[in-house]
């Protein structure tokens, strides 16, 4: 007998976590909101730096637009873009605690390949700390304050495995929410 697909509902929870799982708790969508956040809009872009299935990554953009979490937007003749919406960028805190936890529970020593620097900091600026807050002015800054860069790969004892013009874009410093690539 096959295994039965789980639904996206937890009907019986009455829970604002279980409201939240059921637009953001399916495999992949919070990676497709990561690229969102690194400035990621585009379909083919979206499917080439994740390497997602064409349907599942269409299943979860829907889903995410029928949630007021992604804007979809025409850019060229026939194509759209995805753009957070001001309920998407309310995830920000969520998306990088959870990526603060792997870095240091899954990840292991040194934890994490990158890090995000309070860019418009009026005390100088400063890497986030736990629950993203800027140690420099004590801020919880917004997602378009912020500057990602990539650890050295070097330092890390890592090889770059992915080259894809996202991949590539990200390698560089690189504002929150700027179009990429």
């Known amino acids: 007998m096959g295994a039965v697909p789980l639904g996206r509902d937890y009907d019986r929870q009455d829970c604002a976590l279980a409201r939240a799982l059921e637009v ?53 003749a026939g194509r759209d873009e995805y753009v957070l919406t001001d309920t998407g960028l309310d995830l920000w805190p969520a998306l990088f605690t959870l990526a603060r936890w792997g870095d240091r529970h899954r990840v292991g ?35 378009s304050a912020l500057e990602t860069r990539r650890l050295d790969p070097d330092t890390e004892g890592e090889r770059e495995a992915r080259d894809d013009a996202v991949s590539r874009a990200l390698r560089r410093p690189h504002r929150l929410l700027t179009p990429l690539p």
């Open 24 to 76: 953001v708790g399916e495999r992949w969508t919070l990676l497709v909101l990561r690229d969102c956040f690194f400035g990621v809009r585009r379909f083919a872009d979206l499917r080439a730096h994740l390497d997602i299935p064409r349907a599942v990554l269409t299943d979860r953009l829907a889903t995410l637009v029928e949630a007021g979490v992604l804007e979809r937007r025409p850019y060229a």
């Open 109 to 143: 020593p040194g934890g994490g390949r990158r890090r995000f620097r309070h860019a418009d900091c009026p005390a100088g600026g400063a890497d986030l700390a736990t629950g993203g807050l800027c140690p420099a002015c004590g801020t919880l800054p917004p997602p």
